[in-house]
């Protein structure tokens, strides 16, 4: 890809210096030369030549501010500012139930969001499909031109390699094996960066959520088939093969019961997909419906255990319960209670900030990465 | 502490090019003055400048290498070799029945070992008076004075503080809540380093055990109290408050039974601490009596559990099994049956290979990382 920052030229001080310029006017305030110079450390002539390109590029404008400076005697100052809306970049999550697209501009601000409920049962060829579909639907109500894409974030349940290879995802038929990263290639021009969805989950709280500020996080993602994701010092855990945090096959050891079996209140288990057979549950239990409340208990000594593994070995400052399981009602103090007792040093816990949009943001969030090192990084080689 | 490399002179130059001058020769093997020149990139002048300070300070001895260069014409070349002898460094466990000490010099060359049983009833006051008595002990043997040490690291059980506060040690009397850090540091006049002993186990498989080359292991120090230490990218996770790998509390959730319930053949739980007790049954288990198999079957599944919840968590290339567990038969069949079965992407499994010296390696390893540092850092600041 040609650099964004100086066209075709790829000498390595004037993309330093590009970057550096750009750096200072990240904030999206206007600022003029003066301060440019200042900020940057640059000469003056510098400053100019370097902005003079990131206007050609589009990366910068000009701003007129000629009133606000007329009693200034001699040279009017010239204001610019980052063009913000240069650039788009989408976060995308394909989960089981739904298929979520959140587009921004290249700091991140949130231009759209579109949500689009689909079946369990659709195959690879018709999740990606509806996938497709629902991004032209952004694009379209934001009059967004997709070679005006800069970047995509992917989030979905599995083991995802580097590479964007599903190793491992048994919530959704045919996900197993899929190439994600190459078939979502085929409909972009830019970049685009898969990952499992709650280890993006995790990303997002601490990007703008319940996190923020805490670089050892850990995210359950709860529910039938539970994840979770890591932050270790403020950076994402994936694992050696990308599996870390898929504590979901611990209760099969030791004859320990499924949630769906867990939760049950009919002796027969619950269809381990159907969320809405979960939310009756939940809610005869809210009612003080004596059998689902100790289908309920059970179920959440089974939250307690699978969080209390997570946090044994990897002890986090924080956990972050989000998922379905956000919506049980007092789901914290027990979790609380449990930890304090079996944990030799308890984290705090917190609810998810972020709600149904955690696992787009945080696929938002890996493209912003993405851009950010493509504009602001100064120690990158200067061609990939 | 006055700086190692230039004594009194602090100027940053100098002492970047006494650290590139020493890393040169920090294999041991004597080089000449001209070699040092070619791998330092520094000037002849100030090579000799480097070195004269060297020999002056007893890091670098000159080396009489007369007769090998007896056919050069000219002026004789000089060699120069690391006095790796210049100072020393210990690595210590302080354990529940044991006390182990290392000696070593400053290239992390074994020059001595002590082990001497203790009592697990002894009380925080006498268990260092007898880790005292072995430092004494292991430092007479070897005519080395303790002045002569430059770091000490310290392996024990419990969570202990980034400063060496043992924060939970359940394991032995009066340990939690003790400043082991400060303790120690009275009695040397060197940097002391106190670490978690799964952690420094982990450290020393990597180091020179079964995990060497690989970044991203776990190593459990399976025992009727087990715990786990892992590295992530080379790196020694310690977990936001010092407390990652303390799985063994995992059993204490759903009424899973303790490992001396499981492993007892009697129907009364086996003493927690007594590891001859352990020993006998393991020893029947593998004469074939059948009570003690079942037993002993009872107890792996036990550690299957715990060992999957840290893979389910942490995904590691490779998991060390160490400890007393180490000495079951055959614990590593049953260990990669039922991770493979369990975790979504299995991890190598392979024995301790340091054996009873782990713990006390690993501290070595810490004390020799910190003379590291000292000796062949060229980015750290001039004092401290």
Tied chains: 1, 2.
Aim: include cysteine; proline fraction near 4%; glycine fraction near 12%.
């Amino acid at each position: 890809m040609a650099d964004r920052l100086t066209g075709g030229d790829s000498s390595l001080l004037r993309r330093i210096n590009a970057a550096v310029t750009l750096r200072a006017l990240r904030d999206g305030q206007a600022v003029t030369l003066t301060q440019l110079v200042g900020d940057t450390g640059l000469s003056r002539p510098t400053v100019e030549g370097v902005i003079e390109g990131l206007v050609e590029s589009g990366l910068v404008a000009e701003v007129d501010q000629a009133q606000e400076n007329g009693r200034q005697r001699g040279r009017p100052a010239r204001w610019f500012r980052f063009r913000a809306e240069a650039g788009h970049i989408l976060g995308i999550e394909i989960g089981v139930h739904i298929i979520r697209v959140v587009l921004a501009d290249l700091t991140g601000h949130r231009l759209g969001t579109f949500a689009r409920p689909v079946d369990e049962t659709l195959d690879a060829e018709e999740r990606l499909g509806a996938a497709r579909t629902a991004v032209a639907e952004v694009l379209r109500k934001a009059g967004v031109s997709r070679d005006n894409l800069w970047a995509v974030g992917v989030g979905t349940p599995g083991i995802v390699d580097r590479d964007g290879t599903v190793r491992l995802g048994t919530a959704m038929p045919g996900w197993t094996g899929l190439d994600l990263g190459a078939r979502l290639r085929r409909s972009f021009r830019c970049p685009v960066l898969i990952e499992n969805d709650a280890n993006l989950a995790a990303i997002a709280e601490h990007w703008q959520g319940a996190a923020v500020g805490m670089g050892d996080v850990v995210f359950v993602l709860a529910g039938l088939s539970p994840g979770a994701g890591s932050l270790i010092n403020g950076r994402l855990h994936r694992g050696f093969g990308g599996a870390a945090g898929e504590i979901g096959a611990l209760h099969l050891l030791g004859q320990e019961a499924t949630p769906e079996r867990l939760l049950s209140t009919s002796g027969k288990p619950l269809d381990p997909l159907d969320e809405a057979a979960v939310a009756r549950v939940l809610t005869l239990a809210r009612e003080g419906d004596e059998v689902a409340r100790v289908a309920m208990d059970r179920f959440l000594q089974r939250l307690v255990h699978d969080v209390a593994a997570l946090v044994l070995a990897i002890d986090p400052q924080l956990v972050v319960v989000g998922g379905w399981a956000a919506g049980l009602d007092d789901v914290l103090s027990p979790l609380r209670e449990q930890l304090a007792l079996y944990c030799l040093r308890a984290p705090e816990v917190a609810l998810s900030a972020l709600g149904e949009d955690v696992v787009a943001l945080g696929a938002l969030r890996l493209a912003l990465d993405q851009v950010e090192e493509q504009l602001f990084a100064v120690d990158q080689p200067t061609s990939r």
